[in-house]
Structures are given as structure tokens and as C-alpha cells.
């Protein structure tokens, strides 16, 4: 008897039962998205603007200057410094852009940003990604007319590596070990774009990347869908915008699930593939994660 084969006897089953039942999905303890509470910040205090590297955080509204008839009441004030900022609102919040780095809770002083284990945050529609207050929530999107019953129980994937820096890959590597095993769930990667029914799609799409990607997917059958996986593929990332890559896959191709994060845990991925099949429901809406 080889020595892997008696270790799997003598462990048993590791797989977690998770999602069918159960809550185990091994990211307990882990670090999620930060939770925001616009309602404890602090006037003239842009700490968490400033140290937000991709302006996931900014300030686009000046109430004092509108009032005085200002022409740039909408104008990005994040450079200013803090004594121009007294008037200004609670910063606008973009997780589509956010890395999860963590440092707008470790500079914010009166907790309006906390750390949190939040990592649910895929969603259907660009804007639920983006806080907006109670009052202003999107209405629910219309209910998708396609029928993917038949696509329940079995779901090819071909992953495209369009710039990322493999922190996503290694995530996705992740749902393929015995924990989480993917298998399980009817959904496996593909080499071939032919037999896949989702595109999954990391990295910022570098120009260099942007015609293998058209290839991968014109060559899809009908009907496909398109997951833009990691922050860097949602929104550029900290590198979005410069001499290589544009600002996001949705530039390119029209995406159907947007899952931010850096990178997105392996749960999460399992969560965005389950809601291309209707068998999870989104759990993120005006920025706000629903528990």
C-alpha cells in the first residue's frame, strides 16, 4: 500500500460540506473587505483618503464651495490638504477598487472603517459595489430570462490570465485541493474555450493580453458567461490606467459577475461561480454586505 493511499484511509473525508450545508468555508478568522459607517466620520478628517492607493476612498462632493456657487462642487478634493477639507462630506467608497490592504482601518481615528471578515462581495452589477446610503439603493435587478437549469449540475470554466500577478491564481489552485474540492460541485476548469461556459477572467487585461482574451472568448459557445475575478480585473488594481492595461474587463468584454478582492479567497470564487448558476444569491447591494 503507498504511503498516500493509507493517509487517505487513516483521514477519512476532508472535504467541507459547504455550501450545500453547514457554514464551514474555511475563512474563518481571515480578513475581508473592510466595513464602512459613514456616519462616524469625522469633519475635515480625509485620513483614509490619503492613504488609499487605488482612490477606492475619495472625496467627490464640496458642500461649501456649492453653496457659494463654486463650478467644481464635484470636483476629487483627496490632495487637498486637510484644513481645505472641513466641509466636505464622508468620503465616497468604491470595494470594486478596494485591495483589502487594510490601512484605511489602521489610520481611520474614530472607527468608521473597521476590519471585518466580510467576504461575500460579488455582484451582478458594477454599482453594488459602490456604497450609496440606505434611502438610495439600487432598485433589484430584473430576473435573468435564461434558463440554465441545464447547466445545475456540470459547469466548465476556462481561466484566463489577462496581467494578473498570480494572487488570484493561487486562489484559484486552491478549489482544487481536498477541501474545497470543486468537483463536488459539478464545476471544473477547462483547457479549451470550446467547452467552456464561463469565462473567468483575472488580471487588468494588459494590451498585450487583449486579443488572446477576444480569442478565448469568441470562441465560447453560446450561452457564456464572464466573471472578472480580483479587484485588478473589476476596476486596473493599483495598476489600472497605465502604459499597459486599461481599467478593468468590462473595457473589453460585457461581464456578468464582478468579484472584487486581492486576492478573492477561495470561497468567494466558489460563491460568484454558484451565482452564474443561480444557486447563490448576491449578498452585497449599495456596498453594504447583507448577513
Same mark, same amino acid.
Given at each position: 500500500?503507498?504511503?498516500?493511499?493509507?493517509?487517505?484511509?487513516?483521514?477519512?473525508?476532508?472535504?467541507?460540506?459547504?455550501?450545500?450545508?453547514?457554514?464551514?468555508?474555511?475563512?474563518?478568522?481571515?480578513?475581508?473587505?473592510?466595513?464602512?459607517?459613514?456616519?462616524?466620520? @469625522?469633519?475635515?478628517?480625509? /485620513?483614509? &483618503? %490619503? $492613504?488609499?492607493?487605488?482612490?477606492?476612498?475619495?472625496?467627490? =462632493?464640496?458642500? *461649501?464651495?456649492?453653496? @457659494?456657487?463654486?463650478?467644481? /462642487?464635484? &470636483? %476629487? $478634493?483627496?490632495?487637498?490638504?486637510?484644513?481645505?477639507?472641513? =466641509?466636505?462630506? *464622508?468620503?465616497?467608497?468604491?470595494?470594486?477598487?478596494?485591495?483589502?490592504?487594510?490601512?484605511?482601518?489602521?489610520?481611520?481615528?474614530?472607527?468608521?472603517?473597521?476590519?471585518?471578515?466580510?467576504?461575500?462581495?460579488?455582484?451582478?452589477?458594477?454599482?453594488?459595489?459602490?456604497?450609496?446610503?440606505?434611502?438610495?439603493?439600487?432598485?433589484?435587478?430584473?430576473?435573468?430570462?435564461?434558463?440554465?437549469?441545464?447547466?445545475?449540475?456540470?459547469?466548465?470554466?476556462?481561466?484566463?490570465?489577462?496581467?494578473?500577478?498570480?494572487?488570484?491564481?493561487?486562489?484559484?489552485?486552491?478549489?482544487?485541493?481536498?477541501?474545497?474540492?470543486?468537483?463536488?460541485?459539478?464545476?471544473?476548469?477547462?483547457?479549451?474555450?470550446?467547452?467552456?461556459?464561463?469565462?473567468?477572467?483575472?488580471?487588468?487585461?494588459?494590451?498585450?493580453?487583449?486579443?488572446?482574451?477576444?480569442?478565448?472568448?469568441?470562441?465560447?459557445?453560446?450561452?457564456?458567461?464572464?466573471?472578472?475575478?480580483?479587484?485588478?480585473?473589476?476596476?486596473?488594481?493599483?495598476?489600472?490606467?497605465?502604459?499597459?492595461?486599461?481599467?478593468?474587463?468590462?473595457?473589453?468584454?460585457?461581464?456578468?459577475?464582478?468579484?472584487?478582492?486581492?486576492?478573492?479567497?477561495?470561497?468567494?470564487?466558489?460563491?460568484?461561480?454558484?451565482?452564474?448558476?443561480?444557486?447563490?444569491?448576491?449578498?452585497?447591494?449599495?456596498?453594504?454586505?447583507?448577513?
Amino acid at each position: 500500500m503507498s504511503l498516500w493511499t493509507w493517509f487517505g484511509l487513516h483521514s477519512g473525508n476532508v472535504s467541507t460540506e459547504w455550501p450545500l450545508k453547514g457554514e464551514e468555508q474555511g475563512q474563518e478568522n481571515l480578513l475581508g473587505m473592510p466595513r464602512y459607517d459613514p456616519a462616524s466620520c @469625522r469633519p475635515g478628517c480625509a /485620513a483614509c &483618503a %490619503d $492613504v488609499c492607493v487605488t482612490h477606492a476612498i475619495s472625496f467627490a =462632493t464640496r458642500p *461649501a464651495e456649492a453653496e @457659494r456657487g463654486a463650478g467644481n /462642487a464635484t &470636483a %476629487d $478634493v483627496s490632495s487637498e490638504p486637510p484644513d481645505m477639507r472641513q =466641509t466636505h462630506n *464622508a468620503p465616497d467608497v468604491d470595494w470594486g477598487r478596494c485591495i483589502v490592504c487594510q490601512r484605511c482601518t489602521e489610520v481611520c481615528p474614530t472607527g468608521a472603517f473597521l476590519p471585518s471578515d466580510d467576504w461575500a462581495v460579488g455582484v451582478a452589477r458594477r454599482e453594488d459595489l459602490h456604497w450609496v446610503a440606505p434611502r438610495a439603493q439600487l432598485p433589484e435587478p430584473r430576473a435573468d430570462a435564461q434558463d440554465r437549469r441545464p447547466f445545475h449540475r456540470s459547469l466548465h470554466v476556462r481561466h484566463v490570465d489577462a496581467g494578473s500577478c498570480n494572487g488570484c491564481e493561487s486562489e484559484l489552485q486552491a478549489l482544487n485541493n481536498p477541501f474545497y474540492n470543486l468537483h463536488r460541485l459539478g464545476i471544473f476548469f477547462t483547457a479549451s474555450p470550446r467547452f467552456a461556459d464561463v469565462l473567468l477572467v483575472t488580471g487588468p487585461v494588459t494590451h498585450a493580453m487583449k486579443g488572446p482574451l477576444l480569442e478565448a472568448w469568441q470562441a465560447m459557445p453560446e450561452p457564456k458567461w464572464v466573471i472578472a475575478t480580483g479587484t485588478c480585473a473589476v476596476s486596473g488594481g493599483v495598476s489600472g490606467g497605465n502604459y499597459a492595461c486599461g481599467n478593468g474587463l468590462d473595457e473589453v468584454l460585457p461581464v456578468d459577475i464582478y468579484l472584487p478582492g486581492c486576492p478573492p479567497n477561495p470561497a468567494a470564487i466558489i460563491h460568484a461561480l454558484l451565482m452564474v448558476l443561480h444557486r447563490a444569491e448576491q449578498r452585497m447591494k449599495g456596498g453594504r454586505l447583507e448577513r
